[in-house]
């Protein structure tokens, strides 16, 4: 069996360096170690950049930021 191109993934972040074809599903396009998007390489060529959920567009829900409590004092009615 010959592979012309293997995959490549470098993080430009701390340089940890992953190979193989894994590289093409998005889940396995962030470094294992700190969790950035690795450039992919192709045949030494750059071709893509990876996919991390860190990098992704993140949407925020937004809580409101005073919730007033119900506190019903207790009418103590003898
Ligand atoms: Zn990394």
Known sequence: MIIEKMLEGICPKCGNHHVGWALQLERYQAC???GTGLDIYEGGKLVAK????????????GNPPTVPSKEESPDAKP
Do not use: D, L, V
């Open 32 to 34: 294992a170690k700190c």
């Open 50 to 61: 990876g996919y991390s959920p860190f990098t992704a567009e993140k949407y925020i829900i």
